[in-house]
């Protein structure tokens, strides 16, 4: 029996136009993103030009409004659109996934002006954005934040326009952040009020604002290519034109964006799930052991028909989401589900892609090893699956009692 290449994936796609723009995706991510994957994650370099690129083939805005230079597609296919790009290197789909999130809070809660003046930009100029929620001190207890924004001259409330304006100081300092450090602006969620949900703001924050500056990239076991970075806030100051929303709307802000990023961490994992299970069927069908490709001994057989049902459980739960947030109905739940099942059924297939290699798969001559170390990181970023198991449990039963 002859090994198998991969074979993409057969996908339900809603249009001729969507169908069209998966083939592109794909083909970027054969030609430019997979040959040099392994070699870059070992040297953990990030690809910028890469980003360049994707944002001049109009793949980091797919999502957004095409009247500030979006794609206007639906979010079942822009996460398709981000299984594909993580199947050929996580740095990268993961990377497209922060960049959307970062900019979900403009597009959706800014002015008008505020749209108009930053989002082409941020959309299809080349600019790569990061997301400022998490801090050393407040992780999975994200309402405890404690970087502060306090204003300088203009108003001191939201409750009319005429009393806003001036400048907002911004101190504190960012942990866990995607991007930081090489970020070209920041959405930050930071305290103006009172301690709890309801006293934090979301600011715009320049990558080149004075007073701004970032650690060094944490050293990570995966997703080495990835930066992942404090980064301080030693009086950052903007203007309140850069303010997102209303004061003390950014904590609802936070949640509205994270429910669609978690959407994105789980097509993430199943791309990288993907990449896992041809990982390695290629290699159990083409490994001879006793006379006979060991893909033809049932326990490995078996191992395969499991790992792909669990993609394929995982890819229908994460589209079912994405149609709900399309329909513009609630999703927080469903999309709960989804990060929590594709990242485990994510580390659950790397394990045995890594175990049917046996010995090769213990070494980096073959990526199932890479696969597996990078899926971790992602049962623990966007709310960890214990946070989604909470989030779930809440829809079902209500709140906790205290």
């Given at each position: 029996?002859?090994?198998?290449?991969p074979?993409?994936?057969?996908?339900?796609?809603p249009?001729?136009?969507?169908?069209?723009?998966?083939?592109?995706?794909?083909?970027?991510?054969q030609?430019?993103?997979?040959?040099?994957?392994?070699?870059?994650?070992?040297?953990?370099?990030?690809?910028?030009?890469?980003?360049?690129?994707?944002?001049e083939?109009?793949?980091?805005?797919?999502?957004?409004?095409?009247?500030?230079?979006?794609?206007?597609?639906?979010?079942?296919?822009?996460?398709?659109?981000?299984?594909?790009?993580?199947?050929?290197?996580?740095?990268?789909?993961?990377?497209v996934?922060?960049?959307?999130?970062?900019?979900?809070?403009?597009?959706?809660?800014?002015?008008?002006?505020?749209?108009?003046?930053?989002?082409?930009?941020?959309?299809?100029?080349?600019?790569?954005?990061?997301?400022?929620?998490s801090?050393?001190?407040?992780?999975?207890?994200a309402?405890?934040?404690?970087?502060?924004?306090v204003?300088?001259?203009?108003?001191?409330s939201?409750?009319?326009?005429?009393?806003?304006?001036?400048?907002?100081v911004?101190?504190?300092t960012?942990?866990w952040?995607?991007?930081?450090?090489?970020?070209?602006f920041?959405?930050?969620?930071?305290?103006?009020?009172?301690?709890?949900?309801?006293?934090?703001?979301?600011?715009?924050?320049?990558?080149?604002?004075?007073?701004?500056?970032?650690?060094?990239?944490?050293?990570?076991?995966?997703?080495?290519?990835?930066?992942?970075?404090?980064?301080h806030?030693?009086?950052?100051r903007i203007?309140?034109?850069?303010?997102?929303?209303?004061?003390?709307?950014?904590?609802?802000?936070?949640?509205?964006?994270?429910?669609?990023?978690?959407?994105?961490?789980?097509?993430?994992?199943?791309?990288?799930?993907q990449?896992?299970?041809d990982?390695?069927?290629q290699?159990?069908?083409?490994?001879?052991?006793?006379?006979?490709?060991?893909?033809d001994?049932?326990?490995?057989?078996?191992?395969?028909?499991?790992?792909?049902?669990?993609?394929?459980a995982?890819?229908?739960?994460?589209?079912?989401?994405?149609?709900?947030?399309?329909?513009?109905?609630?999703?927080?739940?469903?999309?709960?589900?989804?990060k929590?099942?594709?990242t485990?059924?994510?580390?659950?297939?790397?394990?045995?892609?890594?175990?049917i290699?046996?010995?090769?798969?213990?070494?980096?001559?073959?990526?199932?090893?890479?696969?597996?170390?990078?899926?971790?990181?992602?049962?623990?970023?966007?709310?960890?699956?214990?946070?989604?198991?909470?989030v779930?449990?809440?829809?079902?039963?209500?709140?906790?009692?205290?």
């Amino acid at each position: 029996m002859p090994d198998r290449a991969p074979q993409p994936v057969d996908r339900q796609l809603p249009t001729d136009e969507a169908r069209d723009l998966i083939s592109l995706v794909r083909e970027i991510a054969q030609r430019e993103i997979a040959p040099h994957a392994a070699e870059e994650e070992d040297a953990g370099r990030f690809p910028r030009e890469l980003f360049t690129l994707l944002s001049e083939s109009g793949l980091l805005g797919l999502p957004y409004d095409s009247e500030y230079g979006g794609g206007d597609q639906p979010y079942e296919v822009y996460l398709q659109a981000l299984e594909e790009l993580a199947a050929a290197r996580l740095t990268v789909g993961l990377g497209v996934s922060v960049h959307s999130l970062a900019c979900h809070a403009l597009a959706r809660y800014g002015t008008k002006e505020q749209q108009v003046e930053h989002l082409p930009a941020m959309l299809g100029g080349g600019l790569l954005g990061a997301y400022g929620l998490s801090e050393p001190s407040s992780g999975s207890d994200a309402a405890s934040l404690r970087t502060k924004a306090v204003r300088e001259g203009g108003g001191t409330s939201r409750s009319s326009e005429a009393e806003s304006g001036g400048d907002w100081v911004i101190t504190g300092t960012k942990a866990w952040t995607t991007h930081g450090g090489i970020a070209d602006f920041y959405t930050v969620m930071a305290r103006t009020g009172a301690e709890g949900a309801r006293g934090i703001t979301a600011f715009l924050v320049p990558g080149d604002a004075e007073g701004l500056s970032a650690a060094a990239p944490e050293k990570k076991m995966g997703m080495k290519g990835s930066p992942t970075a404090q980064v301080h806030f030693d009086g950052v100051r903007i203007s309140d034109a850069r303010r997102i929303g209303d004061e003390g709307q950014g904590f609802a802000i936070a949640l509205s964006a994270l429910d669609s990023g978690r959407l994105g961490i789980a097509a993430c994992a199943i791309g990288l799930a993907q990449a896992a299970l041809d990982e390695a069927v290629q290699y159990a069908t083409g490994r001879q052991q006793f006379g006979r490709p060991i893909a033809d001994f049932q326990g490995l057989r078996f191992m395969l028909a499991d790992m792909a049902t669990q993609i394929e459980a995982g890819r229908a739960l994460y589209l079912a989401a994405a149609r709900l947030r399309d329909a513009d109905r609630p999703f927080s739940k469903q999309a709960a589900m989804a990060k929590l099942h594709c990242t485990d059924t994510a580390m659950k297939v790397t394990t045995d892609a890594v175990q049917i290699l046996g010995g090769y798969g213990y070494t980096a001559d073959f990526p199932a090893e890479r696969y597996m170390r990078e899926a971790k990181v992602l049962q623990i970023v966007e709310g960890t699956n214990q946070i989604q198991r909470i989030v779930i449990a809440r829809h079902l039963a209500g709140p906790e009692s205290r």
